[in-house]
């Protein structure tokens, strides 16, 4: 029998049985990974700007184009830091079989909205384009043409996930985050590793305390840092297993 001849079946009564807990998340992850998306959006943008600068000798600081082109990037990073990598809004469900969760990107609809309409402007230029150059311009224009389609369906994405979790499941608390990671040891046995957020400290407890009345058997290890969790001896056991 497959692993997914025998997840289907747990799956589907993870989504039937009684919902004991509930609780949302709406951010990136922990309580600082937003600071490495931002780091990541303000060097994704700026440094196009930075570059332009130090090969431009016209590009001075009084003047217009630099002014304008720095306000061109400074939006830019905005785009990337919220619609390319924007937070998240999580929905978790707690049951007595483990976690079933959904996560959506938090872009505003009206993004969207702005998205498909370029994209249709897109293609009315191509076609524009195609007729005024002639049948050359499909070398570039067609490229367009073609990723300009693929926005006009561009839609928020709801994606679906769980957690198994049974007496062989490890819960690492993080001390000083709003996370919580789970893990199941036994490589070949349905194994998960995911993590779960929370928007506040108090939440975090009330969430461990309905694990621990639907787990009771449950091992829940404090540790400092989200890397912390691999020092575990059931990491080690995976890493001598893999070496054997």
């Given amino acids: 029998m497959s692993n997914s001849e025998i997840i289907d079946p747990i799956e589907k009564r993870l989504y039937e049985v009684e919902v004991r807990h509930y609780w949302e998340h709406k951010g990136w992850g922990g309580k600082f990974d937003h600071l490495g998306i931002w780091r990541l959006s303000i060097f994704a943008g700026l440094t196009p700007f930075c570059f332009l600068w130090f090969v431009i000798d016209e590009l001075t600081i009084d003047s217009i184009a630099f002014w304008g082109l720095f306000s061109f990037m400074t939006m830019m990073v905005l785009v990337s830091r919220y619609l390319f990598f924007p937070d998240k809004h999580r929905c978790y469900h707690l049951t007595p079989l483990g976690i079933h969760y959904t996560e959506k990107d938090m872009i505003p609809d009206v993004a969207y909205q702005v998205v498909r309409g370029l994209a249709w402007v897109g293609i009315v230029v191509c076609v ?33 996930s769980y957690i198994l979790m049974d007496e062989r499941t490890i819960l690492f608390d ?44 449950l091992e829940v290890i404090k540790i400092n840092r989200v890397n912390d969790q691999y020092k575990h001896s059931i990491y080690q056991q995976e890493e001598e297993s893999a070496a054997e």
């Fill in 128 to 160: 524009i384009t195609v007729f005024v150059l002639g049948p050359f311009a499909f070398v570039g224009a067609g490229g367009f043409a073609l990723m300009s389609f693929g926005m006009t369906n561009f839609r928020p994405n709801v994606s679906h």
């Fill in 174 to 217: 993080l001390i000083n985050d709003n996370v919580l990671s789970f893990t199941i040891p036994e490589k070949e046995n349905l194994e998960y590793k995911r993590r779960v957020y929370t928007q506040t400290y108090e939440e975090k407890l009330t969430v461990i305390n309905h694990l621990y009345t639907l787990f009771p058997n």
